[in-house]
T-cell receptor
Framework: DAKTTQPTSMDCAEGRAANLPCNHSTISGNEYVYWYRQIHSQGPQYIIHGLKNNETNEMASLIITEDRKSSTLILPHATLRDTAVYYCIVRAQGGSEKLVFGKGTKLTVNP | ETGVTQTPRHLVMGMTNKKSLKCEQHLGHNAMYWYKQSAKKPLELMFVYNFKEQTENNSVPSRFSPECPNSSHLFLHLHTLQPEDSALYLC?????????????FGPGTRLTVL
């Protein structure tokens, strides 16, 4: 079972920031927060991950609350090509636990 | 070619046919995975291979038979499938089997069983 809760769907205007929330209230101290996305009819794509500090890369920023019970993925300037299902996953790094994809958030970027 | 490639991208087969899906990774990874994604359902892990050895079979029916001849290639042999096996089959790879986190996925094979 997925350990995260995400909204089923969200909309965002092209060029604006897309903020995707994720609740993971039962996260353990050694578990990281990972984000993947899946564009329609393609394989999932790794986006970013973090433990407790905020992280940023060329694709997105990840903001993790101080209590680590929730996080937000930020796409600073959403484009139409960012329309996809976004998955928030928590698990320990390097462990043998399966990567469990939940239902994710369907983000639609509108022109 | 870079990344993870899968062939064919689309496959239609009858229930009595035998076909194979192919996956190849050009990333120098040592672990490869097969996933199944049915319509409106989360991704389901099917098999895990680490250094050519199968390390996980997630209760997959025997009509799905994986083969990993080397760390770069992974096959999924299909025989006597059922219509409910129609799905997107995704291959992924990672540096090692412990790295479930940072997996790189192929584009998938869209399978339709008639």
């Amino acid at each position: 079972d997925a350990k995260t809760t995400q909204p089923t769907s969200m909309d965002c205007a092209e060029g604006r920031a897309a903020n995707l929330p994720c609740n993971h209230s039962t996260i353990s101290g050694n578990e990281y927060v990972y984000w993947y996305r899946q564009i329609h009819s393609q394989g999932p794509q790794y986006i970013i991950h973090g433990l407790k500090n905020n992280e940023t890369n060329e694709m997105a920023s990840l903001i993790i609350t101080e209590d680590r019970k929730s996080s937000t993925l930020i796409l600073p300037h959403a484009t139409l090509r960012d329309t996809a299902v976004y998955y928030c996953i928590v698990r320990a790094q390097g462990g043998s636990e399966k990567l469990v994809f939940g239902k994710g958030t369907k983000l639609t970027v509108n022109p | 070619e870079t990344g993870v490639t899968q062939t064919p991208r689309h496959l239609v087969m009858g229930m009595t046919n035998k076909k194979s899906l192919k996956c190849e990774q050009h990333l120098g990874h040592n672990a490869m995975y097969w996933y199944k994604q049915s319509a409106k359902k989360p991704l389901e892990l099917m098999f895990v291979y680490n250094f050519k050895e199968q390390t996980e079979n997630n209760s997959v029916p025997s009509r799905f038979s994986p083969e990993c001849p080397n760390s770069s290639h992974l096959f999924l042999h299909l025989h006597t499938l059922q219509p409910e096996d129609s799905a997107l089959y995704l291959c992924a790879s990672s540096q090692a089997a412990a790295d479930y986190n940072e997996q790189f996925f192929g584009p998938g094979t869209r399978l339709t069983v008639l």
